[in-house]
C-alpha cells in the first residue's frame, strides 16, 4: 500500500482527500479493494539512489472495469471478440470516485515533468511485465492529460457539472445570477423538498459525526447502490474508518422527520472544493435529492469559501440547477498495435462530440445571458 509519502508529496498542492494516505489505505484496511475485489493494489513509487521518495503513483491490477466511472467495456468486448485478452488491465485512479485529482504525485526535489515521465514509463514496464493489456489513468488533471499525451499516451475527454463559486455572499447572491424563471424554479424546489411536515436538515461534521450517523447514512447509501448498480462497493468498516481518520474533512447532510433520519448526502472538503459523492434515502419526497446534495452543498461552499462543488459524475439534470458543464480527463496506453488503433480513432471523434455537447449545453445554462 502507499505510505504516508503520498502526503508529503501532496503537501505542495491544494488538498484532495481522496489522494491522502487515509482515504487510500481506508479502502483496502476495509476490504473495499483487495484481491476479492478485482481491484488488486499495485502502487508505484518513484525513488532516488538513497531511496528516498520522489514520485507516486496510486495503481490497481484490475479484472473488471467496474467502478471506474470511464467506461472502456466496449474495448474489451471488441478485444474479446477479436482473439485477445483486455484483463488484467492497470488502472491509476482512486477507486469508486470519480473526482479530478493529480494522479502523477511529485515532490519539490524532482522536476515535475521529468517525474511524470520516469512513472508513466515505469507503468508501461509494469504493465508488460504483468501481462496486462494496458494502462489507464483517469479523472487527471489537465497539465497530466496534456503531458501524457506527448508521451504516447491516448487522450480521451468526458463531462461532469460543477458549480463555480464567484464570491457570492449568500444562496440568493447566487440565485441574482440566474435568469429570473431558473432563480423561481430553484426556490420553488427548495420550498417543495423541505414543505414535508417536520423535515429538517443538519450538516454534520468533524468531531460531531458520530457511529449513529453513519450507520443511518449507510442504510441510505445501501438502498441506493442497490437499486442503481446491485453491489455497493464500499461496506461499512469503510466509513468507521474515514470517521476516525478524515472526520474533518467530512460533511454528511443529513434529513430528519420527526426525529428520525431519512435521508443523506456524503461530501469531502478540500482545500478549494466540496466534492459531493453519495446519496440516499428511506422516505422518497420531491426535490429533496435536489436539495440535500446541490442546494446544500452550495449553502456549505458559500459559508466556507469554497471556490467549486464536485457533485460526482454525470447528470444533466444539475444544468438548471447551476452546475455546469466541464470537461474531465483520462489518457490511456494500450499494448496491442490493432487496438491502439483502433481506440485512438474512437477518441478522436469522441473528443469533438463531448466538446460540442459541452458548449451546446453552455448555452442552455440558467445565467442571465449578456447583453
Not at 496506453?333 to 481506440?343: C, N, T, Y
Request: charged share 25%; with cysteine; hydrophobic share 40%.
Amino acid at each position: 500500500m502507499l505510505g504516508d509519502e503520498v502526503d508529503l508529496l501532496s503537501e505542495e498542492t491544494s488538498f484532495n482527500p481522496f489522494l491522502s494516505h487515509d482515504f487510500l489505505e481506508s479502502l483496502e484496511a476495509s476490504g473495499c479493494v483487495g484481491n476479492a475485489t478485482g481491484w488488486l493494489p499495485r502502487h508505484m513509487l518513484l525513488q532516488d539512489d538513497t531511496s528516498a521518495v520522489l514520485g507516486a503513483v496510486p495503481a490497481y491490477l484490475k479484472s473488471h472495469s467496474q467502478g471506474e466511472y470511464v467506461f472502456d467495456h466496449g474495448w474489451a468486448d471488441a478485444f474479446y471478440r477479436a482473439g485477445g485478452e483486455y484483463y488484467p488491465k492497470l488502472q491509476i485512479s482512486v477507486p469508486f470516485t470519480p473526482a479530478t485529482g493529480r494522479r502523477f504525485l511529485t515532490g519539490p526535489g524532482i522536476n515535475r515533468q521529468s517525474g511524470i515521465q520516469a512513472l508513466a514509463a515505469g507503468l508501461v514496464q509494469v504493465c508488460q511485465r504483468t501481462g496486462a493489456s494496458s494502462v489507464h489513468a483517469t479523472f487527471l488533471t489537465r497539465p497530466e492529460w496534456d503531458f501524457l499525451g506527448d508521451l504516447g499516451y491516448l487522450r480521451r475527454t468526458d463531462q461532469q457539472f460543477h458549480w463555480e463559486n464567484q464570491g457570492y455572499e449568500s444562496f440568493d447572491a447566487f440565485l441574482s445570477d440566474l435568469a429570473s424563471r431558473k432563480r423561481k424554479a430553484i426556490r420553488k424546489e427548495r420550498r417543495e423538498a423541505l414543505s414535508a411536515d417536520g423535515i429538517e436538515v443538519e450538516w454534520v461534521t468533524g468531531s460531531d459525526l458520530t457511529e449513529a450517523h453513519w450507520d443511518a447514512f449507510y442504510e441510505f447509501y445501501m438502498d441506493t447502490g442497490g437499486r442503481k448498480w446491485g453491489r455497493p462497493y464500499l461496506n461499512r468498516t469503510f466509513f468507521s474508518l474515514i470517521n476516525e481518520r478524515l472526520a474533518e474533512r467530512t460533511l454528511l447532510v443529513l434529513a430528519k422527520r420527526h426525529g428520525r433520519y431519512i435521508a443523506g448526502a456524503l461530501n469531502f472538503i478540500g482545500s478549494d472544493t466540496l466534492f459531493g459523492r453519495h446519496w440516499g434515502c428511506t422516505e422518497h419526497h420531491p426535490f429533496l435529492h435536489f436539495e440535500l446534495c446541490y442546494y446544500q452543498a452550495i449553502d456549505f461552499a458559500i459559508e466556507r469559501g469554497l471556490k467549486r462543488v464536485e457533485a460526482g459524475a454525470q447528470g444533466a439534470h444539475k444544468l438548471a440547477r447551476g452546475y455546469l458543464p466541464t470537461t474531465t480527463y483520462s489518457a490511456h496506453w494500450i499494448a496491442h498495435e490493432g487496438l491502439h488503433e483502433a481506440v485512438a480513432d474512437f477518441l478522436e471523434h469522441e473528443r469533438v462530440a463531448v466538446e460540442r455537447e459541452n458548449e451546446a449545453l453552455a448555452e442552455h445554462a440558467p445565467f442571465k445571458k449578456d447583453t
